[in-house]
C-alpha cells in the first residue's frame, strides 16, 4: 500500500486548500503562517488614519487661540508700552535709588523720593516757562498762515512755480477732515482721562519696580537653575548701567542744547524762542544723525520769515557751529560711560520703531537698541580682524584699529 505523499507529515491529514490566491488581502493579517510580527499592518486607504480627527482639532484649536493672542496683543497694546515706559524710567532712576540705600535709605522711601523728586523737577520747569512755553506755542501756531504765505510769495516770485493759497489749503481741509475733526472733538474728554490713567500707570509701575529692586530680580531667578540665574544677573546689570547712563545722556545733552538754542534765539530777537529751543533739543538727541538738521529747520524758517534773511543765516550758522562743538567736545564729555552706536543704525532703527509704534516709538527706539546692543556685546564672541587693505583707508597702517566692531 502506497502512502498520500500530500499528507501533512505533523498532523497526518490533507492540508488546507490556499484560498488567498486571487483572494482579496485581509489589512493587517499575515502573508503565510509563521510570519506574525515580521510584517508591519497595512493601512487601508479608504479609510483616514487614526490620527487625524486628533491632529485636525488640535490645528483648530491652534488657529483660534493664536486669533485669541494676536486681539489679546492689540488690546493690549497700550498697557504695553505703559509697562515699557515705567520700565526704561526705573532703569534711569535705579542708580539715584541705590546710591540713597548705601546712604542709609530704605528701599521703599529711596524709590519715592527719586520718583517724586524727578516730577518735583519736573513740574519746576514746566513751572517757570510753561506759561511763557505755552503763549509762545499759541502764538507759533497761529503764525503758522502767514510763515506759509511768506513761503508761498517767495517760492512763486524766484521759481514761478503756483503754490496752493491758504485759503485753498483751508477749504480742502475742511471738505475732507472736517467729519473726522468734528467725531473726534467729541473725544477730547475720554483722550485727558485716557492719558491721566496711563501717566498713573506709568508712574505706579516705576515705583514698584524701583521698590522691588532686589526682590523683583530674586523672583525671576527662583525659576531658573544657578547657571542660568548667574547669566541673567550678569545681563540685567549691564542692560541697567548702559540703558540707564543712554537715557540720562541724552535728557542733559537735550537740556544743554535747548537752553543753548533759547539763549541764543532770545539775544538775536527770534520770536517764539522757547518753543523753537525745545523743538530743537529733544529732536536733536532723540533723533539720530540728522536730527539737529530737521531741530534746526524750524528756527531758521522763523528767524527768514519774521526777522530776514541775516538773521536766518545767523541761525543757521549757529546750528551748524553747536552740532560740531557737541559732536567733538560735549558729547564726548557727557557720554564717557553711555553706549554709543552707529549713526546709520540708530538712525534706520528709529525709523522702523516710528513706522510700527508711532511717535512713541520712535521716542523709546534709541533705548531699545541700547539694550539689545548691551545683550550683544555680553554674549556675541568677537574675533580678531584678519590684515586686509579693506579694514582701512590708504594711508592708514594695518596695525591701526580700523573697523572696531564697537563702531558697528
Not at 267 to 282: D, N, Q, R
Request: proline letters at 5%.
Amino acid at each position: 500500500m502506497t502512502t498520500d505523499s500530500t499528507l501533512d507529515p505533523g498532523t497526518g491529514s490533507a492540508p488546507q486548500a490556499d484560498t488567498t490566491y486571487g483572494a482579496t488581502p485581509v489589512f493587517g493579517a499575515p502573508a503565510a503562517p509563521g510570519d506574525e510580527g515580521t510584517r508591519p499592518l497595512q493601512h487601508d486607504a479608504r479609510r483616514p488614519p487614526r490620527w487625524w480627527g486628533k491632529a485636525l482639532a488640535m490645528a483648530v484649536l491652534a488657529v483660534f487661540v493664536g486669533i485669541f493672542a494676536w486681539g489679546a496683543l492689540g488690546a493690549l497694546q497700550g498697557l504695553l508700552v505703559n509697562l515699557l515706559i515705567a520700565f526704561f524710567i526705573a532703569l534711569a532712576l535705579e542708580p539715584i535709588v541705590v546710591w540713597l540705600v548705601r546712604h542709609g535709605w530704605k528701599r521703599g522711601g529711596a524709590a519715592a523720593a527719586a520718583l517724586l523728586g524727578g516730577l518735583a523737577v519736573t513740574i519746576v520747569v514746566f513751572a517757570l516757562f510753561g506759561n511763557l512755553f505755552v503763549q509762545q506755542l499759541v502764538q507759533l501756531v497761529g503764525y503758522v498762515p502767514d510763515l506759509y504765505t511768506s513761503a508761498e510769495e517767495a517760492i512763486e516770485s524766484r521759481f514761478g512755480v503756483d503754490v496752493p493759497a491758504v485759503d485753498e489749503l483751508v477749504r480742502q481741509g475742511a471738505e475732507e477732515w472736517g467729519g473726522e475733526v468734528a467725531s473726534g472733538a467729541l473725544l477730547v474728554g475720554t483722550t485727558i482721562l485716557g492719558a491721566v490713567f496711563a501717566a498713573l500707570t506709568i508712574l505706579l509701575v516705576t515705583y514698584y519696580l524701583l521698590a522691588a529692586g532686589p526682590r523683583f530680580r530674586a523672583s525671576i531667578c527662583r525659576w531658573l537653575t544657578p547657571g542660568r540665574q548667574q547669566e541673567v544677573l550678569r545681563l540685567w546689570e549691564v542692560t541697567q548701567v548702559k540703558v540707564s547712563d543712554f537715557i540720562n545722556t541724552r535728557i542733559v545733552l537735550a537740556a544743554i542744547a535747548t537752553a543753548t538754542t533759547f539763549a541764543f534765539l532770545a539775544i538775536l530777537g527770534t520770536p517764539y524762542s522757547l518753543p523753537l529751543a525745545l523743538f530743537t533739543g529733544v529732536v536733536s538727541q532723540f533723533v539720530p544723525t540728522i536730527g539737529t538738521y530737521i531741530g534746526g529747520a524750524l528756527p531758521v524758517a522763523v528767524a527768514l520769515t519774521s526777522q530776514g534773511f541775516p538773521q536766518a543765516l545767523g541761525v543757521l550758522a549757529f546750528i551748524l557751529g553747536y552740532q560740531q562743538i557737541e559732536n567733538l567736545w560735549l558729547a564726548p564729555k557727557v557720554s564717557a560711560r553711555a553706549l554709543e552706536m552707529n549713526a546709520a543704525v540708530s538712525f534706520v532703527v528709529v525709523l522702523a520703531f516710528g513706522a510700527v509704534f508711532g511717535a512713541l516709538g520712535a521716542f523709546l527706539a534709541l533705548p531699545i537698541a541700547a539694550t539689545v546692543q548691551a545683550v550683544a556685546n555680553t554674549y556675541v564672541q568677537r574675533h580678531e580682524l584678519v590684515r586686509s587693505h579693506m579694514l582701512h583707508d590708504p594711508g592708514e597702517g594695518d596695525d591701526e584699529d580700523a573697523g572696531d566692531p564697537e563702531d558697528v
